[in-house]
């Protein structure tokens, strides 16, 4: 499990006392506690993730809509804080992204 102090920037660079944000938007988040091999990466690219996977733990979809939080669809309650301003767009279409994302493996 991940301890409860501990931080994770997603769309910044940390380096020292400063940074960059990403310029893009971010559809989800998942973190494990095991290596997740290419293949493995490609089939969640394409499809949901089992919020009860085992050794998942956190799991943001970014689903809120709006406001400064984020839940975590996984069993862990590790819901997270965004700053920065986060601009709420609408979510990514698996079904309809097949095609495109099959070109690339």
């Given at each position: 499990?991940?301890?409860?102090?501990?931080?994770?920037?997603?769309g910044k660079r940390h380096t020292g006392g400063?940074?960059?944000?990403?310029?893009?938007s971010i559809d989800e988040v998942s973190v494990?506690?095991?290596?997740?091999?290419?293949?493995?990466?490609?089939?969640?690219?394409?499809?949901?993730?089992?919020?009860?996977?085992?050794?998942?733990?956190?799991?943001?979809?970014?689903?809120?809509?709006?406001?400064?939080?984020?839940?975590?669809?996984?069993?862990?309650?590790?819901?997270?804080?965004?700053?920065?301003?986060?601009?709420?767009?609408?979510?990514?279409?698996?079904?309809?992204?097949?095609a495109n994302l099959n070109a690339l493996t």
């Open positions: 499990s991940m301890p409860s102090t501990s931080r994770i920037l997603v400063g940074g960059a944000y990403l310029n893009a494990w506690n095991v290596v997740k091999t290419q293949a493995e990466i490609q089939a969640m690219l394409t499809t949901a993730i089992d919020p009860s996977a085992s050794n998942l733990i956190a799991y943001y979809k970014f689903n809120n809509g709006s406001g400064t939080a984020t839940a975590d669809a996984g069993t862990n309650g590790l819901n997270g804080t965004l700053t920065n301003g986060p601009t709420w767009v609408a979510g990514f279409d698996y079904s309809a992204s097949n």
